[in-house]
């Protein structure tokens, strides 16, 4: 059962089974009177703004549960845990928040590489409204920031199914296009040289790969 009970987008509470758990902002960073540091962390995004965020919603975080595997369950109640995270806003975070919030107590689908068809046609309803009205401003494909900053978040907090879901957005973003298209949709004017491309390539690995998917159908 889940039921939202706050609507703020930086206080989200939900219940699941009975059992409230949500994350917060922190209206003082480095205030965290009040913070139940056995059941919840800190979380520091890059620009200074600090959260508090149930344990019990870092489970498809390997970072996370490995730092926290650190600390054990004997030391959590006495030990305050604030974790730097140095590659995510706290925009991009909530949003990452969202996910992992959503996914408590659930098991998200697991999409198949490449494609099978368009990818509104494989997701939940909660993921299609995720990506198509959250990651994409709007549901504009152009719009694609917070899609891409997620994916670089979902990737440096290791939350596979997230980073999957970013990357299956993508593909399908590219699917059937050519070139002029994509340049189109990415705001470029001029093709890319090989360097630019390798350099590409080798910070996001999983652009290439999303683009092979996309040929498929």
Known sequence: YQ???????SECL???ESKMVGWRKLLKPGDYSGINFGEEIVLQCNDSQEYAFPRSSIVLSKLLND????????????TQTAVPLANVDAVTFEYVAEYLTYYTNKQPSTLEKPLKAALPELLDQWDKEYVY?????????KEHEALFKTLMAANFLGIEPLRDLCCAAIAN??????????????????PFTPEEERAVEAQYPWLKES???SNSS
Not at 3 to 9: D, K, L, M, S
Not at 134 to 141: A, T
Not at 183 to 189: A, D, K, R, S
């Open 3 to 9: 039921r939202r009970v706050h609507g703020t987008p």
């Open 14 to 16: 939900f219940f699941f």
């Open 67 to 78: 730092l926290l595997s650190e600390v054990g369950e004997e030391d959590a109640h006495t």
């Open 133 to 141: 009205k959250k990651l994409f401003k709007e549901g504009i494909e």
């Open 173 to 190: 973003m590219l699917r059937g296009k050519t070139p002029e298209q994509i340049m189109e949709v990415f705001g470029v004017t001029e």
């Open 211 to 213: 683009g092979e998917g």
